[in-house]
């Protein structure tokens, strides 16, 4: 995670932070979150019925992807000085645009929207951030994810 001066996190704000490496979400990955999470809907972990859908293939969770973004943004979004810890802190919104193909490539868009201190110490950060599948000008979703700083 980039580190800058707490004085200097407003300044950050409207800006993009930057893109994350891509990264392939394969059938094992999707299997495993299926695993994980009881969610074994046959869209997700059966090749032979889901290609008798309009997809084509499975498809991610759209849990999945939206749980890619703390790992997908950790070397991206800036944080103060000084951090002691950052806590997941929600989601303001969600919107789930298109469904991610098994074996595409995603990546993580980031900007920050808003740095509030809810406390002395204490930094809320907003990002707007967008899932972006390789050679599709739509991206998989938009989601603000908030992330409370300890410093």
Known sequence: MPFVPVAELKDYVGKELG???WLTIDQERINLFAEATGDYQFIHVDPVKAAQTP??????HGFLSL???????EDILIVPEGLKMVVNY???????IQPVKVNSKVRLKVDLTEVTEKKPGQW????????EIEG?????????????CFV
Not at 55 to 60: H, R
Not at 67 to 73: A, F, N, V
Not at 90 to 96: A, E, H, Q
Not at 136 to 148: H, N, Q, R, T
């Open 124 to 131: 809320l950060l907003k990002a707007t951030t967008t899932l």
């Open 19 to 21: 893109r994350s490496e």
């Open 55 to 60: 997809f084509g293939s499975t498809i991610a």
């Open 136 to 148: 599709s000008d739509k991206p998989a979703y938009i989601a603000e994810p908030l992330s409370l």
């Open 90 to 96: 929600g989601l303001d919104s969600v919107r789930f």
């Open 67 to 73: 749980s890619l973004i703390p790992k997908l943004m």
